[in-house]
């Protein structure tokens, strides 16, 4: 199962970084093209798909709990 490690976007208009930290975090960039939200809970992406670049990461959690 993934877990999210990252959930980041780079707006292609303005440049910013933006990243969700926590659920419900939803933040938009400083020109207001796209936004992020959900944390490492959810990936939720607001805003034409063209204007940003996808910067989430996500890894595979073992039966034991171990993050790989």
């Not at 980041?8 to 208009?13: E, G, V």
């Not at 990243?19 to 400083?30: A, G, N, P, Q, Y």
């Not at 992406?45 to 171990?66: F, H, I, M, P, Q």
């Amino acid at each position: 199962m993934p877990k999210i490690i990252r959930n980041a976007i780079r707006c292609k208009k303005c440049g910013e970084v933006i990243e969700s930290k926590t659920v419900h975090d939803f933040k938009f960039c400083s020109c207001g093209s796209c936004a992020v939200d959900g944390g490492h809970d959810y990936l939720r992406r607001c805003g034409n798909r063209e204007d940003w670049e996808e910067l989430s990461e996500a890894g595979k959690v073992e039966d034991n709990g171990a993050l790989t």
